[in-house]
């Protein structure tokens, strides 16, 4: 059995109704802020959503232009390049987004790293992605649940080399 996947920022309805209620009230009364950039965002999370990586990609360079919101921006890049594909670039743009002082933004950052680690076969290193993730909410069953993964796949691989190492001798 494998890892439960990368959390892309879809959850609960009530979630998602408060999240964009937020960003209409950010709009509406934020006056140091760029409306254009909240724009660029909304229509990137429109086109990851399609499935229109590309789309989303540009969408989110392009916010990032105006340097603000770059810790979410870099997350929701993250999540574009792991869709594509593109592991290496998504686990930097998620180190990006991890300097951010938000619990849920670092949370995530650090169950889509552990996810990616564990698709990787870098087991240790997902039990310790999983583990930081807990340690922000320890009540979250998905992450639970890939961090027995992890360890069950470090055991395994404890086993085998033990394994071959005796009967080598």
Not at 8 to 13: I, M, R, S, T
Request: net charge negative; aromatic share 12%.
């Amino acid at each position: 059995s494998g890892v439960i996947p990368v959390e892309v920022c879809k959850g609960f309805k009530m979630e998602k109704i408060l999240l964009i209620l937020s960003a209409v009230l950010l709009l509406l009364f934020s006056s140091c802020s760029n409306p254009s950039v909240h724009f660029s965002v909304w229509s990137g999370n429109n086109a990851f959503d399609r499935g229109d990586y590309q789309d989303a990609n540009t969408k989110y360079l392009k916010s990032m232009e105006k340097n603000i919101h770059t810790d979410y921006i870099s997350y929701n890049l993250g999540n574009v390049y792991y869709a594509l594909g593109e592991g290496s670039a998504a686990a930097s743009e998620w180190k990006n987004a991890a300097f951010s002082g938000n619990p849920q933004l670092l949370f995530r950052t650090m169950y889509n790293k552990g996810v990616l680690e564990f698709e990787r076969g870098q087991y240790q290193e997902a039990f310790e992605s999983f583990r930081k993730a807990l340690e922000i909410f320890p009540d979250d069953r998905n992450a639970k649940i890939n961090l027995e993964h992890s360890l069950s796949r470090m055991n395994a691989s404890s086993n085998a080399v033990e394994g071959s190492a005796a009967g080598a001798q």
